[in-house]
C-alpha cells in the first residue's frame, strides 16, 4: 500500500485559532482525505508550537504560566479542529516528552558532527517572526519584513549552526528536484535568497532572555532556538529518531523500519518559506537525515490590502462562520475560493456567493433527485442502468486528479460542481416530470433516475475530502453507508437502493447585514 505522510506547520500557542491557520489546517485534510480516498496509509500531522519569547509573553500577559497558557490554547486548537472535521492522525506539542528528547537527540547529533561553535552575536530580532533579520532586511525603519513591527537590538553569545556549508548542496537539490519547491514563484524566491552568502544559523538563546525553551545538552544555560525546536516536530512524529536509543542507533541516517520519514509533503504559508526551505534542509543534512519530498507554499488571506493576522487584529473567526453556515461551508469556501499558492481576499459577500453554489447547485440536484425517486419510484433507485452522463463524469474524474495531483485544490472542486452543474442540465433536458406523466417513457424516466442517482454518488466521493459531513449524510440518503472511495467507483452500484429524502442539505441562510443573491 501507498503510504502519505504530511504535515502541517505548527501553529504557535499564542492565541486561538483563526480563519489563516484553519485555511492551511483545511488544505492538509483536504489532501489527506484525497490520498485515503486512493487507498493510501496517510499519516496527517498537526500541532502547536509552544516554546519561545512570544508564548512565554502571551501567557506572562494573561498572567498564567506557560504550561497552563499552553494547555489552553492546545486545546482551544484541537476544539477547533474537531469542529471543523479536521481528521488529523496525530496533534504534536512540543512541550511533551517524546519531541523534546527527539530534539535532545538532533541537537547532539549537529554538535557531535561538528556543526555547532559558540559567537557572539549582534544583530536585530523580531519576536513576532521568532527570527533574526539582516539590516537590509529591515531596512531603514526597523522593522519585520511580515508584519512591519520593530525588531530588537540584541547582542549576546548565541551557539551557532554551520549553514552556511551547505548552501551549495542546497542549490544543487533545489535545481536538480525542480518540483521541490512548489509553486514555481515560491522556487524562485528561495534560490533569490540563496544567490547571496548563507550565514551561519544561531540555534540558542540565553536562557537569562528566554526561559521556556529546551535546554542544551551541553550548556544548560542556553535554550534552543524555537524555530529549531519546532521544526525537528516533524520527524519527532515520523518515529524515524529513537529518543531512548544510544547515540549511533537512533537512527540518524537512512529511513529506518517502520519510520515515516521523510514526509511526502510539508504544507507552509509564504511567511515561512524560508525556514522550511532553508533552515531545515540543512538542519537535516548536518545530522544526516534525507529531505522531505515536497515543500508547497500558499499564499495569505487578506482582509483588504493586509494579511489577516492576531498581531494585526483583523482576524475572521472561523468557528463563527461555522455556527451560521455549517463546517462544510467553510471549508467549501476557503478551498474553493483560494487558487493555491496565490493570496485571495475574505469578504462576506464572496463568502454568501461560494455558499450559494452550494445551495443552487449541490443541495438542488439532491433534493430535486431524491424527490423524485420518492415521488415516481417509491424511494427506489430504478434497476435499470443509467447511462447518461458518462462522459461527462469521466471528464470530471479526469480532470479532478490532474488538478489534485498539482495541489490545484480549486480546480478540483470546480471540477466537481461542474459535474453537479451538468445533472442539473440533464434534468432540465430529461423533464422528468413529463417522462413520468407519460406511461410510454416509464423507461426513460427510470433512466434518468438511476443516472441522477449515480451522479449524486459519484459526487459525495469527489465532494468528500472538502465536506466530509454533507457527503456522508447525502451518502446515506441515496442508500450507500458510505460515500465510495475511487476503488469503489469502479464497480458502483445504485440501482434499488432505498433512498430518503431529508431537509435541504444546505438550508438558505439570512445573516444580519447582508442577503444572499
Ligand atoms: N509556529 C510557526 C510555524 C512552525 S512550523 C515548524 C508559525 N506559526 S503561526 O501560527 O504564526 O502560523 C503558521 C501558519 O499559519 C502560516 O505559515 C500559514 O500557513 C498559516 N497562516 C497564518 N496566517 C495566515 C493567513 N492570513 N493566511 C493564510 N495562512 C495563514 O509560523
Given at each position: 500500500m501507498d503510504s502519505f505522510y504530511l504535515t502541517t506547520p505548527i501553529y504557535y500557542a499564542s492565541g486561538p485559532p483563526h480563519l489563516g491557520h484553519a485555511y492551511t489546517t483545511i488544505l492538509g485534510d483536504v489532501l489527506a482525505r484525497y490520498h485515503r480516498r486512493r487507498s493510501e496509509d496517510v499519516l496527517f500531522l498537526t500541532g502547536t508550537d509552544e516554546h519561545g519569547q512570544k508564548i512565554q509573553a502571551a501567557a506572562a500577559e494573561a498572567g498564567m504560566g506557560p504550561a497552563e497558557w499552553c494547555d489552553r490554547i492546545a486545546t482551544q486548537f484541537k476544539d477547533a479542529w474537531a469542529n471543523l472535521e479536521v481528521s488529523y492522525d496525530r496533534f504534536i506539542r512540543t512541550t511533551e516528552a517524546d519531541h523534546k528528547a527527539v530534539v535532545l537527540a538532533f541537537l547532539e547529533e549537529l554538535y557531535a558532527n561538528g556543526q555547532i561553535y559558540e559567537a557572539e552575536y549582534v544583530g536585530w530580532y523580531s519576536v513576532g517572526q521568532e527570527r533574526y533579520f539582516t539590516e537590509k532586511e529591515i531596512g531603514p525603519d526597523r522593522v519585520d519584513p511580515v508584519a512591519g513591527k520593530p525588531v530588537e537590538r540584541i547582542e549576546e553569545t548565541n551557539w551557532f549552526f554551520r549553514m552556511g556549508d551547505f548552501q551549495e548542496r542546497l542549490v544543487r537539490h533545489i535545481e536538480e528536484n525542480p518540483e521541490w519547491i512548489v509553486p514555481q514563484t515560491r522556487k524562485n524566491e528561495v534560490l533569490g535568497f540563496l544567490s547571496q552568502p548563507l550565514g551561519d544559523l544561531s540555534i540558542s538563546r540565553p536562557r537569562s532572555r528566554v526561559s521556556w525553551g529546551i535546554p542544551l545538552p551541553w550548556d544548560p544555560d542556553h535554550v534552543a532556538y524555537v524555530w529549531v525546536d519546532a521544526l525537528v516536530n516533524y520527524v519527532t512524529a515520523s518515529g524515524q529518531i529513537r529518543p531512548d536509543g544510544a547515540r549511533g542507533a537512533q537512527g540518524f541516517g537512512p529511513r529506518r523500519e517502520g519510520s515515516r520519514w521523510p514526509a511526502d509533503l510539508h504544507l507552509v504559508g509564504k511567511d515561512i518559506l524560508t525556514t522550511h526551505a532553508v533552515y531545515w534542509p540543512t538542519l537535516l543534512m548536518g545530522a544526516g537525515l534525507p529531505l522531505p519530498d515536497k515543500i508547497l507554499a500558499h499564499g495569505w488571506w487578506v482582509v483588504g490590502e493586509t494579511k489577516m493576522s492576531k498581531s494585526l487584529g483583523n482576524v475572521v473567526d472561523p468557528l463563527g462562520l461555522r455556527e451560521d453556515f455549517g463546517a462544510d461551508a467553510v471549508r467549501w469556501?476557503?478551498?474553493r475560493e483560494m487558487s493555491t499558492g496565490q493570496d485571495a481576499s475574505y469578504t462576506p459577500e464572496r463568502f454568501l456567493t461560494r455558499y450559494g453554489e452550494l445551495t443552487n447547485i449541490l443541495g438542488?440536484?439532491?433534493?430535486?433527485?431524491?424527490?423524485?425517486?420518492?415521488?415516481?419510484?417509491?424511494?427506489?433507485?430504478?434497476?435499470?442502468?443509467?447511462?447518461?452522463?458518462?462522459?461527462?463524469?469521466e471528464q470530471a474524474l479526469r480532470t479532478y486528479?490532474?488538478?489534485?495531483a498539482e495541489y490545484r485544490l480549486h480546480e478540483a472542486m470546480a471540477a466537481a460542481m461542474d459535474l453537479a452543474r451538468d445533472a442539473n442540465g440533464y434534468v432540465e433536458a430529461r423533464e422528468p416530470w413529463a417522462q413520468a406523466k407519460d406511461p410510454a417513457q416509464s423507461d426513460e424516466l427510470d433512466e434518468t433516475l438511476t443516472t441522477l442517482a449515480r451522479v449524486l454518488a459519484v459526487l459525495t466521493c469527489l465532494f468528500e475530502p472538502v465536506m466530509p459531513g454533507k457527503s456522508r449524510v447525502l451518502a446515506a440518503r441515496i442508500g450507500l453507508g458510505e460515500a465510495p472511495?475511487?476503488?469503489?467507483?469502479?464497480t458502483l452500484v445504485v440501482e434499488g437502493k432505498v433512498v430518503t429524502r431529508g431537509e435541504p442539505l444546505f438550508p438558505r441562510v439570512e445573516v444580519e447585514g447582508t442577503r444572499e443573491t
Open positions: 469556501y476557503l478551498i438542488n440536484l439532491a433534493h430535486r433527485t431524491l424527490s423524485m425517486i420518492a415521488r415516481y419510484r417509491d424511494g427506489i433507485v430504478p434497476g435499470v442502468p443509467g447511462q447518461g452522463l458518462t462522459s461527462e463524469t486528479h490532474s488538478a489534485m472511495t475511487f476503488a469503489d467507483l469502479e
